[in-house]
């Protein structure tokens, strides 16, 4: 299954016809001008006006077509035809040669290529949309970066809306998943003001921590946490990311369709080669689930080989990566992190004259207006046939 496409899920919708479809959920807002204004954001404003559900329907589940059925019923002239038609949905990050984001291009200045071969795009929205976010933070740092990631961290909730919900996880070799995902802002704020990075010398155990998902838990269903004690060496590449990425996506994967899905990933970038699940494998689960990955390097991140995991997340996923050696740079870049991943250009499109015996396909957006960096997925997995 990918993009929520559930027939099931499209029966209970009772959606009929591409018309009714286009006319009931997007018309008014297929092309909506640059004056319009964007969606705020965070504490002390309004918070974003998000997309409304039934536009938030559309973008995340297959499309039923009706048709006449004449030709298989001529006495019934009112009898239709469903057929599943596969429905691709690109979220689109679009950044001027500066990096600001640029939020005033149309429908008509985007083009969409699946292996190769261009596509016509049949929906498009710039309307945020709220957050689904796993924050993952690396529990194995440097002392120094420790505390300064430590200190930054109540920051990272005045990028999150009442729209939004969170869930926070440290990881090394385990990941520890700090109670539930949360709308309430003022809980994910005394979450993290309690949260206490490792800082155990090597040899020295930590205390009892809540242990997250296991590892070869099936996907979507995470192990019940419980109370543990684990000894970490605190190696300074004794940590699994791949790993953490992984559980983090099944902890996302089965979240309320419509909602933009993130893995917050704050990170040294160094990784152990003592991964269970591999980078291929990890991605294969983030693109089926349509989750990208935000990465915040810390530590000299972009300085060390260790950066290139986190840039290949990012890359593959349609996220970005960041870098910051301070604390207030830290925590500007939360705020840049939600800002980006909830004001995304949303295309769609059905595929056309490609090979649908192929499970994967890849995805090349351009824009037509010059100088413009864009930020979409590499590709994904089509649903699997029932």
């Not at 689904?132 to 909730?157: C, G, H, M, Y």
Request: aromatic share 6%; charged share 25%.
């Amino acid at each position: 299954m990918y993009n929520g496409l559930d027939p099931l899920y499209c029966t209970r919708a009772r959606i009929d016809g591409m018309q009714d479809f286009r006319r009931g959920m997007f018309a008014p807002n297929v092309e909506r001008r640059a004056e319009k204004p964007r969606a705020s954001r965070g504490k002390g404003t309004d918070g974003p006006r998000m997309v409304s559900p039934r536009k938030i329907l559309a973008l995340g589940m297959a499309t039923w077509l009706t048709a006449p059925a004449g030709a298989l019923q001529q006495d019934d002239p009112h009898a239709r035809i469903r057929t599943i038609v596969e429905l691709v949905v690109v979220p689109v990050t679009v950044k001027d040669s500066s990096g600001k984001l640029v939020l005033d291009l149309h429908q008509n200045e985007f083009r969409v290529l699946e292996d190769g071969i261009e596509q016509q795009i049949t929906l498009f929205s710039v309307d945020p949309f709220p957050l689904s976010a796993v924050i993952l933070l690396d529990n194995n740092l440097k002392l120094k970066t420790s505390e300064q990631v430590e200190s930054s961290l109540p920051a990272i909730a005045g990028g999150f809306s009442e729209f939004d919900e969170a869930l926070i996880c440290r990881f090394d070799t385990q990941v520890r998943q700090r109670g539930d995902f949360t709308s309430d802002n003022d809980r994910l704020l005394t979450q993290l003001k309690r949260m206490d990075l490792d800082k155990s010398f090597p040899g020295q155990g930590s205390g009892p921590m809540t242990a997250g998902p296991r590892i070869n838990a099936g996907a979507g269903t995470p192990s019940v946490p419980s109370r543990t004690t684990i000894t970490l060496t605190n190696r300074r590449d004794d940590k699994n990311i791949d790993d953490a990425v992984y559980i983090a996506g099944q902890l996302l994967q089965n979240r309320e369709r419509g909602r933009r899905k993130i893995i917050f990933l704050v990170s040294d970038g160094r990784n152990s080669r003592s991964n269970v699940n591999s980078f291929s494998n990890t991605i294969k689960l983030l693109l089926s689930a349509d989750i990208s990955v935000y990465a915040i390097g810390v530590g000299g991140a972009d300085l060390n080989l260790g950066a290139s995991v986190l840039q290949k997340y990012a890359r593959a996923t349609g996220g970005d990566v960041f870098y910051a050696a301070r604390r207030a740079e830290l925590e500007n870049l939360y705020s840049a992190v939600t800002e980006e991943a909830r004001n995304q250009y949303t295309l769609a499109y059905v595929p056309q004259e490609t090979d649908r015996s192929q499970d994967y396909h890849t995805i090349e957006v351009r824009a037509r207006r010059p100088s413009l960096t864009l930020l979409a997925r590499d590709g994904y997995y089509a649903p699997t046939k029932r």
